[in-house]
């Protein structure tokens, strides 16, 4: 494993972390996206396994999360489809992948950054998307959508006094993305979720939009939901999977949440992603 770092939008440094393969020929790479207000570490083992199974793999924090630059929180579909350009181009550069064999593996809005990027780069040649929020917009009741709104004004007369954005806890624990009681507990001991979130996220997640970016899909997809999943719902997962046009495959997870890489049945769903991947662009 090494700790690298590439320089994104607004001049700001996202870093991350390399797996290598053994050997000296060129391999298929993966680039893993994380979820809002988390770091790559939601992916557990995952980067590793891969590398032992014959991949090249790149996790980032993005912008604002974890160890890269940025104000703390803040995000945007196209901030994250900006950050996961430039970790291709990193990935692509190195002599020791092969460019024509880049997936892309997002969890959450993650999930939703990955098809974009996909969609609109054709560098990328499979997606895998977990808990995928297809248009935030859309699950949002009409009293919780007004009150963003006026949450998000009261931000904009703050910011004209202060120049600070104000902050909020963020309303997604850990008990909401686990199923599993052990899980959870090292996760929280762990603690790659943020605990408030800046209010600017407000007119930027609201334009957040991963269906219209699943309809221009053209590369191999799968699309994976948990059943116990108390985050995102299924039927937003499903309602990106069936805009694909592309080739596409779907897989519910029995008995896992929201963060099915480190919930209890992670070995289980490794081996079915690994298998898909195998499939699309490792032979």
């Not at 090494?2 to 991350?16: L, P, Y």
């Not at 974009?116 to 995928?132: E, H, K, L, P, S």
Request: proline letters at 3%.
């Amino acid at each position: 494993m090494q700790s690298i770092e590439f320089m994104s939008g607004d001049n700001e440094t996202v870093r991350g972390v390399w797996f290598e393969p053994s050997g000296n020929r060129k391999s298929p790479a993966i680039v893993f996206a994380h979820g809002l207000a988390s770091t790559y570490a939601e992916f557990g083992d995952y980067p590793q396994k891969f590398s032992a199974r014959g991949y090249t793999v790149l996790a980032i924090d993005f912008r604002g999360h974890g160890s890269s630059d940025g104000m703390r929180g803040l995000i945007s579909e196209t901030r994250w489809v900006e950050d996961l350009r430039h970790a291709v181009d990193f990935v692509s550069a190195q002599k020791n992948v092969d460019a024509q064999r880049i997936a892309l593996f997002g969890h959450s809005l993650g999930g939703g950054a990955v098809i974009c990027a996909a969609a609109r780069d054709a560098r990328v040649r499979a997606v895998v998307a977990g808990a995928t929020v297809g248009r935030l917009r859309d699950e949002l009741g009409g009293g919780e959508y007004l009150t963003y709104r006026v949450v998000d004004a009261v931000n904009r007369l703050q910011k004209i006094v202060t120049r600070k954005s104000l902050y909020i806890p963020y309303r997604v624990t850990y008990k909401d993305i686990f199923f599993d009681d052990q899980a959870r507990a090292r996760a929280e001991k762990q603690g790659f979720l943020q605990r408030q979130i800046p209010i600017d996220n407000v007119p930027l997640l609201l334009k957040q939009d991963a269906l219209s970016c699943a309809q221009t899909l053209r590369v191999p997809a799968l699309i994976i939901q948990s059943e116990k999943d108390a985050v995102v719902k299924a039927t937003s997962t499903r309602k990106v999977f069936d805009a694909i046009p592309s080739d596409k495959e779907y897989y519910l997870i029995q008995g896992s949440g929201h963060s099915f890489a480190t919930d209890c049945k992670s070995a289980e769903v490794f081996e079915k992603i690994a298998a898909w991947l195998d499939a699309k662009i490792k032979v």
